[in-house]
């Protein structure tokens, strides 16, 4: 067995130190372009769905699996892609995060070409495969922008840094659906992924110039069995979190899953208790800041994501509004964090973060209970207002949990850091959007009969079934009556409005969580657990 050891942890680089002769907001401004990728990426593909699903015949299925792949290969690899950072460079994988997002996203525009000089290939399985890739390349991207940030951002600045992150990010998320609206109805849902090579191309030569290349002192190796367990535990987690809701939460394939990922996580904590330079030192979350912080994402991302997952499906399946139109409807929530990212960073500063996350938390919560309320036919201002509070809601709690957890962490850990900060947003996420996901489709299987009345009974077994899943995404197919297709639209209101209520619970729990962060700071030059 190998020993802990401690090793004095170099000081945090101070903005002199960074590669843009001091100028630390230079070094914000590449790293958000590379990010703004993934953001524009996130909110576009939402809108382009319905389109797609349209274009290419993709099944619901599939139309999820173009979610879950993405979602799947960014899981996995986050982690260990913020390893790589610590090891080899944090600029250096941040730009191949950059360059490889960028390609993926021209391949994914150019599926449908790519499935015919690739014989048996389909453009739905060509545009999957291009998504599980993209997620690969954004993993290696996102962690190395924060440990990017944290070395030119030390001490209390990383607070103002995180407030103007999330503005920037505040930006791209609001401009996201209403440039993904124009380029869909005017253009193509392809063009909504080339938007990504100028974008690339900008942050690939800002990258080059601006940010000076930084590794770790103290590490020199990967740890191969670490990656391993630690992959296939994620992957065990998150394909059941995918799976479970088709299979059953009960099913012998999801409790194998389930045991699969309990033996490999188990094992992995084993070993790097063991390892001499582990992948993911324990040690880390002896600080409670990191240890809740890291829960904090996951239960806001659950709220946040597993909710927000229907509201696309709402706004143009529901409310028959076009892409552009339900882009718009957005527009409150994304602008918004412009102005309460910033007000974020400063509330913290001044006020610490236990009360700012707690207050944001609740104002998530207020804010989920009103959209639980939502009509049918919501008005522009009925959707607005609970949107708008969501970003002075959340933002808090994304800037405050950012910087808690990458923000405590010693700085040659900075890149596993930021790998665990997006790992856990995105389990969140998926826990969410699967959990919910089958919270809302049992609503809807209970209520659906009840809509359609007495000639529930004339409808066979399967076409009921067909009819839950499309209810599930607020669609009602075409060529039924008037009476079906408002049964279906009900049923999924009900299914919307319980899971904002579930939603809504989960923000006060959290809430009640934030409660017990502590406000220990910034280890720079603390020791460093080892192994």
Do not use: C
């Amino acid at each position: 067995m190998v020993h802990a050891k401690a090793v004095d942890a170099p000081s945090s680089p101070g903005p002199a130190k960074t590669g843009t002769g001091g100028n630390p907001w230079l070094v914000l401004l590449a790293v958000s372009l590379g990010v703004i990728m993934v953001m524009l990426d996130g909110t576009v593909v939402g809108i382009a769905n319905p389109v797609i699903q349209a274009d290419l015949k993709a099944s619901l299925s599939d139309l999820q699996w173009v979610t879950s792949g993405y979602l799947l290969a960014l899981a996995v690899f986050l982690i260990t892609a913020g390893k790589l950072g610590d090891l080899f460079g944090h600029k250096r994988v941040f730009l191949i995060g950059v360059a490889g997002f960028a390609l993926s996203s021209v391949g994914i525009g150019l599926s449908a070409q790519l499935s015919d000089i690739i014989p048996g290939l389909s453009p739905v399985g060509a545009l999957i495969g291009l998504r599980v890739l993209q997620g690969l390349f954004g993993a290696l991207l996102q962690p190395a922008a924060l440990a990017l940030l944290r070395g030119a951002f030390p001490g209390e600045r990383l607070n103002q840094a995180m407030g103007a992150w999330g503005a920037i990010i505040g930006l791209s998320s609001a401009a996201g659906p209403i440039v993904g609206g124009l380029l869909v109805e005017n253009v193509s849902w392809e063009s909504v992924f080339f938007v990504n090579a100028p974008v690339g191309i900008i942050a690939l030569v800002m990258g080059i110039f601006l940010i000076r290349e930084n590794r770790t002192r103290t590490l020199a190796r990967i740890d191969w069995l670490g990656v391993l367990l630690l992959s296939g535990a994620m992957f065990s987690l998150v394909w059941t979190i995918i799976k479970a809701p088709e299979w059953g939460w009960g099913d012998s394939k999801t409790l194998t899953f389930v045991a699969a990922f309990v033996v490999l996580i188990a094992g992995f904590i084993i070993w790097q208790s063991r390892a001499r330079q582990p992948l993911v030192p324990l040690s880390l979350f002896r600080n409670v800041s990191i240890s809740i912080g890291t829960v904090l994402m996951m239960m806001v991302a659950f709220a946040m994501f597993g909710a927000m997952f229907f509201l696309g499906f709402f706004f143009q399946g529901v409310h028959g509004l076009s892409p552009l139109e339900a882009g718009l409807r957005m527009l409150p929530m994304s602008a918004g964090m412009i102005v309460a990212s910033p007000l974020a960073g400063m509330a913290i500063g001044r006020l610490g973060a236990k009360i700012t996350m707690s207050a944001g938390l609740l104002i998530t919560a207020l804010s989920m209970f009103l959209m639980s309320q939502l009509s049918i036919d919501a008005s522009f201002i009925e959707s607005g207002i609970p949107f708008l509070l969501l970003a002075f809601g959340l933002s808090p709690v994304f800037v405050g949990a950012t910087e808690i957890i990458v923000g405590n962490a010693p700085m040659e850990l900075s890149g596993v850091a930021g790998g665990l900060q997006q790992s856990a947003m995105q389990v969140g996420g998926a826990l969410g959007t699967a959990i919910l996901g089958a919270v809302m489709a049992a609503e809807i299987s209970t209520k659906l009969p009840g809509y359609l009345g007495p000639a529930a009974q004339g409808i066979p077994a399967e076409q009921m079934t067909a009819l839950e899943k499309a209810a599930a995404f607020g669609l009602a197919p075409q060529g039924l009556s008037q009476q079906i297709g408002d049964a279906v639209h009900n049923s999924f209101m009900d299914g919307m409005h319980l899971a904002f209520i579930v939603s809504t619970a989960i923000a006060v729990l959290t809430a009640v969580l934030t409660l017990f962060v502590k406000s220990g700071r910034k280890s720079e030059g603390a020791p460093v657990h080892m192994g």
